[in-house]
Nanobody, 119 residues
Framework: QVHVVESGGGLVQPGGSLELSCTAS????????VGWYRQAPGKQRELVAS???????NYADSVKGRFTISRDNAKNTMYLQMDSLKPEDTAVYYC?????????????WGQGTQVTVSS
């Protein structure tokens, strides 16, 4: 059974930092492309950052230069270091893992972790 679990969310002041973690079990994590998405109230879920199985990272324009995505395949874990946080970064952050294998698409989501940026 596959489990994808996020942690590290919380309340932080503007300009502060948080690090999110996402740990997966039940899959060969190193073979998956993984990413962070977020959804603010009343808005659609959007891609924040992604990192391929080969380590190539991609960021939304709104977080470039402030967020850093990384992965540790030995720990089946992905991270999102968030610096210089802004109130508009407030959202539920979700971890996602995807793979296409034998022409089948596998897509797993975590339950989300709340990030609130407020003074």
């Amino acid at each position: 059974q596959v489990h994808v679990v996020e942690s590290g969310g919380g309340l932080v002041q503007p300009g502060g930092s948080l690090e999110l973690s996402c740990t997966a079990s039940g899959i060969s994590f190193s073979r998956y492309d993984v990413g962070w998405y977020r959804q603010a109230p009343g808005k659609q879920r959007e891609l924040v950052a992604s990192i391929t199985k080969t380590g190539s990272a991609n960021y939304a324009d709104s977080v470039k230069g402030r967020f850093t995505i990384s992965r540790d395949n030995a720990k089946n874990t992905m991270y999102l270091q968030m610096d210089s946080l802004k109130p508009e970064d407030t959202a539920v952050y979700y971890c996602n893992a995807v793979i296409v294998e034998l022409a089948k698409y596998y897509n797993y989501w975590g339950q989300g972790t709340q990030v609130t940026v407020s003074s």
